[in-house]
């Protein structure tokens, strides 16, 4: 385990020659993108296995697989109503791939891609951007009046810039929220890491005070578990929040 708690989070090139270069700027492969890779083939490969036999009697994979389903659908329907089901392919590929990320980060020695936050913000970006064309084309110039709250006319000179402005913040935060837990709890797990090392390394009476900070690996380490599927189900349900504001606004 490195010392240094924040090495985890470097991205790397794997191959020294750059795949291909955008405006002079070489592009390589990283083990960031290697890793999402690996989560989306895992991710994939589950998905597809514990569900192409179809058993009348659903094998665990299966039911896991089931139940992953229904959990979205369920989501999808109790914030977004009938019409939102049309978006399930999108929000359940969406939690499915940062909740594999998630996961597949507390692997030792692994790299967690939602930890970057240009990984979180390109999420975040396209799930506003898709809020944004499903407004228009569901309300026309109807969506506008997300911007405009019901209040009087001489109030809204203040409010109308201040419902802009938060529109416009809520791609930051949804990718913030994702990335900086990841980053806290990874961070805080490699720091106790290092104290065990270190008290292992220093002999003596330092052996049975590295009990200590490994206890505390073990229960943060459950914790992030369920840090982790939380975090997928945030960004979830605040995407479907975020889309059904698209769909039903005008109608509210």
């Known amino acids: 385990m490195a010392m240094n708690p924040m090495e985890q989070f470097e991205v790397k090139p794997l191959i020294e ?8 700027h070489p592009i390589y492969f990283t083990n960031q993108a290697l890793f999402m890779l690996i989560a ?49 392919p999108l929000i359940f590929t969406i939690f499915v791939f940062v909740l594999f990320n998630n ?20 999420l975040s970006s396209f799930v506003i951007l ?3 064309v499903t407004g228009f084309m569901k309300q026309g110039l109807g969506f506008l009046k997300l911007f405009v709250p019901s209040a009087p006319w001489y109030l809204l000179i203040l409010l109308v810039p201040i419902e ?24 805080l797990l490699a720091v106790f890491a290092s104290f065990v090392v270190l008290m292992i390394g220093a002999g003596g009476i330092m052996y049975g005070v590295a009990v200590a900070p490994f206890v505390l690996i073990v229960c943060i ?25 698209a769909i039903h606004h005008a109608n509210h």
């Open 130 to 132: 898709t809020m944004v």
């Open 103 to 122: 996961f597949l980060g507390l692997i030792p020695w692994t790299f967690t891609a939602t930890s970057q936050i240009a990984i979180t913000f390109t």
């Open 40 to 88: 989306v083939g895992v991710a994939s490969l589950f998905l597809t296995l514990t569900v192409s036999k179809n058993r009348l009697v659903p094998s665990r994979g299966q039911s896991m697989a089931e139940i992953s389903y229904e959990f979205v659908a369920n989501m999808i329907n109790s914030t977004m109503g009938h019409d939102g089901l049309k978006f399930l």
């Open 17 to 24: 020659a750059p795949l291909f270069a955008i405006g002079g």
């Open 164 to 187: 802009v402005i938060s529109f416009l913040t809520r791609p930051v935060s949804l990718a913030v929220r994702l990335f900086a837990n990841m980053l806290a709890g990874h961070t």
């Open 221 to 245: 380490y459950a914790l992030e578990m369920l840090v982790a599927f939380l975090q997928a189900y945030v960004f979830a349900v605040l995407t479907c929040i975020y889309l059904n504001e």
